[in-house]
């Protein structure tokens, strides 16, 4: 079946340290998504990209950097200057960028700071 | 500015009883509409959608939502609600950006 592989589920970082988080889908999408969870802030919009090798900065994008070599790959890297990386992170995929696409999730990657 | 706006964070029901959970949105050209639900440490399951092929919109687990222009709203209801509807609901809009822009959530508790 096909569908995101968002891995690992639960990662913990110690402060100063790099994680990259892992988003696979393999339903042909073009466009990828990553998002950050907060309990009462909704989802917003890290990175996305509309097709490989490249990618655009969403709304909190300072902390985080992207790569889109691959279509079915869109890695999440967040690095020691995001201060506050404790949150649950949500992989999203469409077809592309017309506006009645929605969007199929991962199930998703918590982060916890150590 | 456009945006999305979910009236409650939390709504508790009892079982059985209507499900009305409410999204409006600003923006002055009707934009595409979109539900989701998400349980606990889970991704987002799309329940419907609006699309302007009808205002009236049925989606999974007997979900539906009527889209009123006059209002700006796209609410979400279900007439008789199960413990399983327990989750987080989440009103999600396009506002022909090609990027969905979300609501803050609405937990949806379902009392025995």
């Known amino acids: 079946d096909g569908g995101i592989t968002q891995s690992p589920k639960y990662l913990f970082r110690k402060e100063g340290q790099n994680v990259t988080l892992s988003c696979e889908q393999n339903l042909n999408h073009d466009a990828m998504y990553w998002y950050r969870q907060d309990p009462g802030q909704g989802l917003r919009l890290i990175y996305y990209s509309q097709i490989v090798n490249d990618f655009q900065k969403g709304d909190i994008a300072e902390g985080y950097s992207v790569s889109r070599e691959k279509k079915e790959s869109f890695p999440l890297t967040v690095t020691s200057a995001q201060k506050n990386p404790t949150a649950f992170y949500l992989c999203?995929?469409?077809?592309?960028?017309?506006?009645?696409?929605?969007?199929?999730f991962g199930s998703g990657t918590r982060l916890t700071v150590v | 500015a456009q945006s999305v706006t979910q009236l409650g964070s939390h709504v508790s029901v009892s079982e059985g009883a209507l499900v009305l959970l409410r999204c409006n949105y600003s923006s002055s050209v009707p934009p595409y509409l979109f539900w989701y639900v998400q349980y606990p440490n889970q991704g987002l399951q799309l329940l419907l959608k609006?699309?302007?092929?009808?205002?009236l919109v049925k989606g999974i687990n007997g979900f539906e939502a009527e889209f009123k222009k006059s209002e700006t709203s796209f609410h979400l209801t279900k007439p008789s609600a199960h413990m399983s509807d327990a989750a987080e609901y989440f009103c999600?809009?396009?506002?022909?950006?090609?990027?969905?822009?979300f609501g803050q959530g609405t937990t949806l508790q379902v009392k025995p």
């Open positions: 999203a995929s469409s077809l592309g960028q017309a506006v009645n696409y929605g969007y199929t």
């Open positions: 609006y699309t302007s092929a009808a205002t």
């Open positions: 999600a809009v396009n506002f022909n950006t090609g990027k969905l822009i």
